[in-house]
C-alpha cells in the first residue's frame, strides 16, 4: 500500500512503512515497487541494509564500507571483521611427551585456523605450547603450577595459520596430560 502523498509532493512522515530518502527528501515506501505519484522507485532501503550488514565482508575494507551495525577491528590501517570462535578442540586428559607434539586439529582442506582463545591446564608443573605444523611454536601459555590451568583472556584477531591445510599440535615443557580447549576458527 503506497503511503498518503502530502500536498507538497511528499509523502506522511506518520504513515506505517516509510523509510526517509535524504537524497530526495522525502519518505518513500519500504516495500519495492513504484509509489503512487509514479515517480519513485520505491527502493526497498531496508533490505538493501540488512544484505550489506548480513553479507560477510573482506578483511581491508574502508570505513566508507563496513555498515554502521557490522562489528569491525582497525588494524592501523584499515578495518578487518571481527572473528568469534566457530569450533572448541577439545583435550580430556591428552598424555603427552614433552618435545613430542601431539597432532590436535586438521583443517578443512584448502583452510587455514585462527587461534582465538585457549583455556589450558597440565598436570605436571610446566607450559603447553600450540604449533603451526611439527616444530613450529606460535603460542606458550607460560609456566603454571601443577593442574592449575591459564586461560588466554581476549585475544584480538588471534594468530592465523602460516599456510593452508597446517595442523594445529601440542607439545610440553614438561611431560604430563594436558586438558581444556582450543577456540579457533577457519578461514
Known amino acids: 500500500m503506497a503511503a498518503p502523498q502530502q500536498s507538497d509532493g511528499n509523502y506522511d512522515p506518520i504513515a506505517g512503512g516509510q523509510v526517509y530518502d535524504n537524497t530526495n527528501?522525502?519518505?518513500?515506501?519500504?516495500?519495492?515497487?513504484s509509489v503512487s505519484s509514479g515517480t519513485d522507485s520505491g527502493t526497498d532501503y531496508a533490505a538493501t541494509l540488512v544484505e550489506h550488514v548480513t553479507k560477510a565482508g573482506s578483511d581491508g575494507q574502508t570505513a566508507a564500507n563496513v555498515g554502521m551495525m557490522a562489528v569491525g577491528k582497525y588494524n592501523g590501517a584499515?578495518?578487518?571483521?571481527?572473528?568469534i570462535i566457530s569450533k572448541?578442540?577439545?583435550?580430556?586428559?591428552?598424555a603427552v611427551t614433552a618435545g613430542t607434539p601431539v597432532d590436535s586439529y586438521t583443517p578443512t582442506t584448502g583452510k587455514?585456523?585462527?587461534?582465538?582463545?585457549?583455556?589450558?591446564?597440565?598436570?605436571?608443573?610446566?607450559?603447553?605450547?600450540?604449533e603451526d605444523t611439527t616444530?613450529?611454536?606460535?603460542l606458550r601459555t607460560g609456566t603454571m603450577a601443577a593442574s592449575t590451568g591459564k586461560s588466554s583472556g581476549p585475544m584480538g584477531e588471534g594468530i592465523?595459520?602460516?599456510?593452508?591445510?597446517?595442523?594445529?599440535?601440542?607439545?610440553?615443557?614438561a611431560s604430563g596430560t594436558v586438558n581444556g580447549w582450543i577456540g579457533i576458527c577457519e578461514e
Open 78 to 83: 584499515t578495518i578487518d571483521r571481527e572473528r
Open 25 to 33: 527528501h522525502k519518505y518513500r515506501a519500504a516495500q519495492a515497487g
Open 135 to 138: 616444530g613450529t611454536e606460535v
Open 160 to 173: 592465523l595459520s602460516s599456510a593452508a591445510n597446517n595442523h594445529l599440535f601440542i607439545d610440553v615443557t
Open 112 to 130: 587455514k585456523f585462527r587461534i582465538l582463545g585457549y583455556d589450558l591446564g597440565l598436570s605436571v608443573a610446566g607450559a603447553i605450547l600450540l
Open 88 to 94: 572448541f578442540i577439545q583435550f580430556k586428559a591428552v
